[in-house]
């Protein structure tokens, strides 16, 4: 059965940081590319970052430039999203997904549960 499971979501205060993890289960993680995406309350769902299963290549919305990294462990069978210098416009749900050609939510056809971050004082 395939299946993603998300943790590592929590509340962290401004400038904080979080580490995001997404367990693949019942296939090689390693074999797709991986997306990361987010929705916040009354907002359409975005993407994220990327990274592709090809040669690693990695992808990130304007918005997350330089303070999120995507990687992933295929010993683990995880991808993970470092996220710093948090801001309370991150707060959304986020999602990990797998199996995308290109680097957008409609391309990707296994998603996880997702875990909410929420960015406050």
Known sequence: QVQLV??????????????LS????????????IGWFRQAPGKEREVVSCISSS????????????????????????VYLQMN????????????????DVCESSSFGAWGQGTQVTVSS
């Open 55 to 78: 040669d690693g290549s990695t992808y990130y919305a304007d918005s997350v430039k330089g303070r999120f990294t995507i990687s992933r462990d295929n010993a683990k069978n995880t």
């Open 6 to 19: 998300e943790s590592g979501g929590g509340l962290v205060q401004p400038g904080g940081s979080l580490r």
């Open 85 to 100: 210098s948090l801001k309370p416009e991150d707060t959304a749900v986020y999602y990990c997904a797998a199996g995308g």
């Open 22 to 33: 997404c367990a693949a289960s019942g296939f090689t993680l390693a074999y797709y590319e």
